[in-house]
């Protein structure tokens, strides 16, 4: 069955304690892996696209990567505005254009 | 240029009713689709229309119906409502729907059902 598993849950960091959230998938066929960032009572903001293994995006603090089979998103020296929960999804071959999303990483950064 | 819109932004209602929720899909996007997401949980697809024709559907019954006009715009009907229909409802447009383009996603309707 394909589907996509986040981990931790939850993340509690100390302002510049850097980290990173995973998102796991076994999908036929991975056409994109994209991260967004959800603020409460919000939808979701788009962060990153990736297509293939080996390639990476970075924006400010954030720098996502991708395998085969994984894709991690890394937080360089996080301040409490990156207090979110961070989703991951992906569209992959026989799943037609849809999101199919994980339960995604609830991160709180405390000064 | 504005951003995905919907309405209403919260609506109550009582089992059995009938809802029509509305979306504004952002300049230039052709392609809305519709996110149910329960609290706690990552959206789940529920369909997908692509120049005024649904193109894709996810695992919701029929009671979930849709439509999307001339202007892009799409409305999201559900009938017979559930007390598990209770979630925030997405909408999110891209420009092509024969694309792996990302999403933009609207801020979502919060629908309680009593």
């Known amino acids: 069955e394909d589907q996509v598993t986040q981990s931790p849950e939850a993340l509690r960091l100390q302002e510049g304690e850097s980290s990173s959230l995973n998102c796991s998938y076994t999908?036929?066929?991975?056409?994109?892996l994209f991260w967004y960032r959800q603020d409460p009572g919000k939808g979701p903001e788009f962060l990153f696209t990736l297509y293939s293994a080996g390639e990476e995006k970075e924006k400010e603090r954030l720098k996502a990567t991708l395998t085969k089979k994984e894709s991690f998103l890394h937080i360089t020296a996080p301040k409490p505005e990156d207090s979110a929960t961070y989703l991951c999804?992906?569209?992959?071959?026989?799943?037609?254009?849809?999101?199919?999303f994980g339960t995604g990483t609830q991160l709180k950064v405390e000064l | 240029e504005t951003g995905v819109t919907q309405s209403p932004t919260h609506l109550i209602k009582t089992r059995g009713q009938q809802v029509t929720l509305r979306c504004s899909s952002q300049s230039g996007h052709n392609t809305v689709s519709w996110y149910q997401q329960a609290l706690g949980q990552g959206p789940q697809f529920i369909f997908q229309y692509y120049r005024e024709e649904e193109n894709g559907r996810g695992n919701f019954p029929p009671r979930f119906s849709g439509l999307q006009f001339p202007n892009y715009s799409s409305e999201l009907n559900v009938n017979a409502l559930e007390l598990d229909d209770s979630a925030l409802y997405l909408c999110a447009s891209r420009r092509d729907g024969g694309t792996n383009e990302k999403l933009f996603f609207g801020s979502g309707t919060q629908l309680s059902v009593l």
């Open positions: 999908v036929s066929g991975l056409r994109g």
């Open positions: 999804a992906v569209i992959f071959t026989g799943g037609g254009n849809k999101l199919t």
